[in-house]
């Protein structure tokens, strides 16, 4: 009996773990907030540092990936594009894209 209700605790904390860890999936919108600080709200930037609100989904995407290969050359996105995935990256610049419609 105690073993049956052992087992039976586990299945239900595995299965509120699974959730919680599904919550906390950050979104492209929740990312995308560490941007504003250089580059602008919605990417927008009104200072020296380029906007990226005009790149597409794939153009943002590859720059990001680049800088996080080093292929392309950067001062601080290069160290900033490591800090992400490949999933985070997308969800970034899909996000980005979905605010020119």
């Not at 595995?14 to 919108?29: D, E, I, K, R, Y």
């Not at 609100?53 to 720059?63: I, K």
């Not at 292929?71 to 800090?83: D, F, L, S, Y």
């Amino acid at each position: 009996m105690v073993r049956k209700v052992f087992i039976a605790m586990c299945f239900i904390s595995m299965s509120l773990f699974g959730q919680l860890v599904h919550a906390g999936t950050p979104t492209g919108q929740m990312l995308a907030y560490t941007c504003a600080g250089c580059h602008g709200n919605n990417g927008v930037s009104k200072g020296a540092i380029p906007s990226i609100n005009n790149l597409s989904a794939e153009q943002m995407a590859q720059a990001m990936l680049d800088y996080k290969s080093e292929k392309r050359p950067g001062t601080v996105m290069n160290r900033i594009a490591k800090g992400y995935t490949e999933e985070e990256i997308k969800a970034m610049a899909d996000y980005f894209a979905s605010l020119k419609k």
